[in-house]
Structures are given as C-alpha cells and as structure tokens.
C-alpha cells in the first residue's frame, strides 16, 4: 500500500512560498520600489491637503471680502446721511444767523434814535442836525451854545454797552446873529456857538442792551427850588 504524507507537501510547498516573497521583497530593487510607492502616496497626500487646505482657505477669504464690502457699502450709506444731516444743520445755522443779523440790523436804527433822544435829555443845550450811517461808522453833526456840553454829551455816549466807540470830537466856534435879529432891526449882539462833528464805530448787534449802561447825570433833573429847564430842541436839516 502507497502511503503520502500530505501535510509535508502543503508545508513545503507554504514555504517555499513564503521563501520566495521574502526573496523579493529582500532585493534591493523591490524595497526601492517599495519605498518609492510610500512617498509618493504621502506626497500625494500632503499635496492634497494643501490643495484643500488652500481652497477651505481661499473660500474662508472670498467670503469675508464679501463681507468687508457689505460693511463697506453701509458705512457709504451711513457717511452719506450724515453729510446730509450736516448740510441741513449747516442751512439753518446759516438761517438763524441770517435771522439774528435781520434783526440786529433792524433794531440798530430804533436803538440809536433811542439812545440819542436819552442823552440829549440828559445834556441840556445840545442840537442835532444830522445823524449819518457809513457801513460801520456813524458821524453826528450838530451845535451847542456851550462847549463843555458838547464833551458830556460825547461822554454819555461812551457808555452804550459797546453800540459806539472809538470816538472823536471836533468842535469849531463861530458868532451868529440871533434869529430874531434882522425883524426888530436893531443891532443884537452876537452869540457864540460850538458846531460839532462826532465820528464814532457803530456796532448794531449790540443794541440790544444800550440803555442798560446808560449813567445817570444829575444835570438831566432841576434842583429842588429851581425852574424846570425848556424841553431840547432837534435841529433838522
């Protein structure tokens, strides 16, 4: 009887197997390969992530550069309506102060003649003839028997709160006939008058509160005992 041992066979034939591989994965060729074929999966694979990794990174951008441009179109709009809001406060700065410089100029003219007719009530004496405005300057032409009238008046009108200033007074002196004269026909003798000219800066915004620096004179008052002196008189031309 023929006997075979096949386990021996199968192990022979595993190892000459096992032999074989070992034999040329062992070569120096198939571990070039080997090791070539690693690389270039884990280049691959860095090469991929980097390529992902960008486009994550590039889409992560786009996006906030959309983003950055939308903040940026509604801080246009919102400088944009501010500009507005300016210009419109800006227009009614420019209103109101057109309306305060109206009224100024329309409360200089009653302030003067105000102020004019309180200091010649206060200095007896004092005629006017004319009062004359040249943009900031105001010049006062008129007479007075008395030069020292002449210089309170100038004074009074220093206290104005600012209305007037930088004041000049130039006074001439001449002898006139009376009015009277010539219908008696008789020789009068003749009175001596001060003409004045009075220059002055002319401030209108500050006629609001002309009369509140007004001083008090004494002389605008009789004495006790004393008669009441006439009422002035204003010169027209």
Avoid: C, H
């Avoid at 700065?93 to 003219?109: F, H, N």
């Avoid at 009530?121 to 004319?130: C, F, K, N, R, T």
Wanted: proline share 5%; glycine share 6%; hydrophobic share 40%.
């Amino acid at each position: 009887m023929i006997k075979i041992n096949l386990l021996n066979s199968v192990t022979e034939r595993q190892g000459s197997t096992v032999m074989a591989v070992d034999r040329r994965v062992g070569s120096p060729a198939s571990r070039l390969l080997l090791l070539t074929l690693a690389v270039g999966f884990l280049l691959a694979a860095v090469i991929g992530w980097d390529v992902i990794s960008s486009q994550m990174a590039k889409a992560d951008a786009e996006r906030r550069f959309a983003e950055q441009k939308q903040i940026e179109k509604e801080l246009e709009v919102v400088i944009k309506e501010q500009k507005e809001l300016e210009d419109k406060i800006s227009s009614i700065d420019k209103r109101i102060d057109a309306i305060k410089k109206l009224r100024d100029e329309q409360k200089g003219p009653s302030a003067v003649l105000e102020a004019m007719r309180d200091r010649i009530a206060m200095v007896p004496g004092i005629y006017l003839q004319s009062i004359e405005q040249k943009d900031n300057v105001m010049v006062m032409i008129g007479n007075s028997p008395d030069e020292s009238q002449v210089t309170q008046f100038g004074r009074s009108l220093e206290f104005s709160n600012g209305l007037f200033s930088n004041m000049n007074i130039e006074t001439k002196r001449e002898e006139v006939a009376p009015a009277n004269a010539s219908a008696t026909g008789k020789e009068v003798a003749k009175v001596n008058l001060v003409n004045f000219t009075i220059t002055m800066a002319y401030t209108p915004s500050k006629a609001g509160s002309v009369n509140q620096a007004m001083p008090t004179n004494a002389a605008a008052a009789p004495a006790p005992g004393e008669p009441a002196k006439p009422p002035v008189q204003v010169a027209k031309n």
